[in-house]
């Protein structure tokens, strides 16, 4: 699908990850809010190759192999905590949970100052924006852009 893409379109992902890579918040978090999304999806294009750019950042297959489990493994800070709540609860929208609560939101504004919690967000926003792009083009798994 490469060659369809308009250099507009292009322009436009490349200024979005610009503009969330500007929010502040450690790559390390981005990663692996890009990889919880990813998996919740279950595209596993995304999750291959947030799993090479998170080993990239410095990022341990420990930690890789858990981020699913997130919840039940001392493998993360308070911090990704709320990270990994607030992917989970933006992200299943549509299996009917009751999405971003107050504690959810608190939890990530305790954590993350609003440019930051608006990267996360934005992050979110354009890994499930490929995510679907990915499973309705049947991308298959193995790619890295």
Do not use: Y
């Not at 990994?84 to 107050?102: C, F, H, K, N």
């Not at 939101?105 to 995510?131: P, R, S």
Request: glycine share 6%; net charge negative.
């Amino acid at each position: 699908m490469k060659s369809v893409a308009s250099p507009d379109l292009i322009t436009g992902i490349q200024h979005l990850h610009k503009a969330i890579h500007a929010g502040g918040v450690d790559p390390l978090v981005l990663e692996l809010v890009h990889l919880r999304a990813s998996q919740i999806n279950g595209c596993s294009p995304c999750v291959f190759a947030g799993i090479q750019s998170a080993k990239e950042h410095g990022e341990t297959e420990e930690r890789l192999h858990n981020v699913v489990t997130w919840r039940e493994t001392p493998f993360f800070t308070e911090r990704e905590r709320a990270a990994l709540a607030l992917t989970e609860a933006a992200t299943r929208i549509q299996d009917g949970s009751p999405g971003v609560t107050d504690e959810i939101w608190e939890a990530a504004a305790g954590h993350f100052d609003e440019k930051q919690v608006f990267a996360i967000i934005l992050n979110i926003a354009i890994t499930n924006f490929f995510n679907r792009i990915n499973h309705t083009i049947r991308e298959p798994v193995g790619k890295t852009w």
